[in-house]
């Protein structure tokens, strides 16, 4: 569970983590619930997905990562108008996310974040995918302003 930016991580490319940075936090897979894993099993595992070899990692599991990205900062379904859409700059941010599984796609989603009152419009019924995401788009925002 990602709880604060990692800032002196060691990726060579930081920004291409899946959260967008690198997250410290702590862990949640069953009996190690609340376990602060050292700086090099977040850096090795936690922050890339697919911690096969980890031995805090179930080895039976949903997925084994979850990739975000932001679809558009496009209208709401909910709140479309032809008229003042082509006029008023976007507030919506739709986010996808996709669930892998043995490097396959294992499921995808949406959610929908409103810019203007900084609240979701649209969450994951899973706190630890919706901490994940909003993780991944404070380091979105970040970049873009």
């Given at each position: 569970?990602?709880?604060?930016?990692?800032?002196?991580?060691?990726?060579?490319?930081?920004?291409?983590?899946?959260?967008?940075?690198?997250?410290?936090?702590?862990?949640?897979?069953?009996?190690?619930?609340?376990?602060?894993?050292?700086?090099?099993?977040?850096?090795?595992?936690?922050?890339?997905?697919?911690?096969?070899?980890?031995?805090?990692?179930?080895?039976?599991?949903?997925?084994?990562?979850?990739?975000?990205?932001?679809?558009?900062?496009?209208?709401?379904?909910?709140?479309?108008?032809?008229?003042?859409?082509?006029?008023?700059?976007?507030?919506?941010?739709?986010?996808?996310?996709?669930?892998?599984?043995?490097?396959r796609p294992a499921g995808r989603?949406?959610?929908?974040?409103?810019?203007?009152?900084?609240?979701?419009?649209?969450?994951?019924?899973?706190?630890?995918?919706?901490?994940?995401?909003?993780?991944?788009?404070?380091?979105?925002?970040?970049?873009?302003?």
């Amino acid at each position: 569970m990602p709880v604060a930016k990692l800032e002196n991580g060691s990726w060579p490319h930081p920004a291409r983590l899946p959260l967008g940075c690198g997250w410290t936090g702590h862990c949640t897979a069953p009996g190690h619930e609340e376990a602060v894993p050292s700086q090099d099993v977040v850096q090795a595992f936690c922050n890339l997905g697919y911690a096969n070899t980890c031995g805090w990692a179930p080895a039976e599991r949903r997925w084994d990562a979850v990739r975000f990205a932001v679809a558009s900062p496009a209208k709401s379904s909910r709140e479309f108008d032809p008229i003042s859409a082509e006029r008023a700059p976007s507030r919506i941010l739709r986010l996808t996310f996709v669930y892998e599984q043995n490097n396959r796609p294992a499921g995808r989603g949406e959610l929908e974040f409103d810019s203007s009152t900084m609240t979701w419009l649209r969450l994951h019924e899973d706190a630890r995918i919706q901490k994940m995401a909003e993780c991944f788009l404070e380091a979105y925002l970040s970049k873009r302003s």
